[in-house]
């Protein structure tokens, strides 16, 4: 499986996610921090979750995303509780509400790396999954 | 805002609820924790979570809810790391991505019952504000 992967990306997820036979080929992204195939997956600690929503970065991150890929996600490592931004929880968890209802994006939360390398694996194979269960039921459907 | 609350809940999160102004209706629900016009909650501790993967209860559980609502959530508290249950984390995070990308279901995590509680009242919100744009965007289309 290839993924493509921003080079501002920090390289222990990248370990991680050879670990579990992914070839990353490494370049700038235009959008997203992760890239497979149709798939988009914007990864943030808690704290750059929380700064992006201060900033506003958030709102327009997934408004690329959403124009260009068909399946998107923001996947968040650290619990709210374990935050240094002085942002009150309750911003946090109206946003993750507003990213899941309004947005239509994918919001999946994590301990730590080796568990987002999994769970990137995990939102990759269901992807394929997806796709040939669509191809054989067109096929079906000739 | 009136919720329906089922009656094996646990009181303390029904009095997060009520502090953000829902009234609590207890009864004994077929379906969900809570249910609130279209949209139905499941709530699970992180330890209840990995429980109901081991037994197969989530699986139906969410079969249920899909057939009878519009919107259905599973909102787990605490993090994977804090569980007692012996499930192996990358089963947990499996579960996570198909309840998402294969059974359409909504997955949150927060550290509390506040924070529960403030997450729930969100979507109801985020629901209703669904609803009076899909009014609104009927009439302009008469």
Same mark, same amino acid.
């Given at each position: 499986?290839?993924?493509?992967?921003?080079?501002? &990306?920090?390289? $222990?997820?990248?370990?991680?996610?050879?670990?579990?036979?992914?070839?990353?080929?490494?370049?700038?992204?235009? $959008?997203?921090?992760? %890239?497979?195939?149709? %798939?988009?997956?914007?990864?943030?600690?808690?704290?750059? /979750?929380?700064?992006s929503?201060?900033?506003g970065?958030?709102?327009?991150? !997934? +408004?690329?995303?959403?124009? &260009? /890929?068909?399946?998107?996600?923001?996947?968040?490592?650290?619990?709210?509780?374990?935050?240094?931004?002085?942002?009150?929880?309750?911003?946090?968890?109206?946003?993750?509400?507003?990213?899941?209802?309004?947005?239509? !994006?994918? $919001?999946?939360?994590?301990?730590?790396?080796?568990?987002?390398? /999994?769970?990137?694996?995990?939102?990759? +194979?269901? /992807?394929?999954?997806e796709?040939?269960?669509? $191809?054989?039921?067109? +096929?079906?459907?000739?």
């Amino acid at each position: 499986m290839i993924i493509e992967v921003d080079d501002r &990306e920090n390289s $222990v997820l990248n370990g991680e996610l050879e670990k579990l036979g992914f070839e990353c080929v490494v370049k700038r992204l235009k $959008v997203g921090d992760y %890239v497979y195939k149709g %798939v988009c997956i914007e990864r943030k600690t808690i704290d750059d /979750f929380c700064g992006s929503i201060i900033d506003g970065r958030l709102e327009k991150q !997934v +408004e690329r995303m959403k124009n &260009e /890929f068909e399946k998107n996600f923001v996947l968040i490592s650290g619990a709210i509780k374990d935050r240094s931004s002085e942002i009150k929880e309750n911003c946090i968890l109206g946003m993750m509400v507003g990213l899941m209802m309004k947005s239509g !994006v994918y $919001v999946g939360q994590v301990d730590n790396n080796k568990q987002m390398a /999994f769970m990137i694996k995990r939102i990759c +194979e269901r /992807f394929d999954e997806e796709c040939s269960t669509n $191809v054989k039921g067109g +096929e079906k459907n000739v």
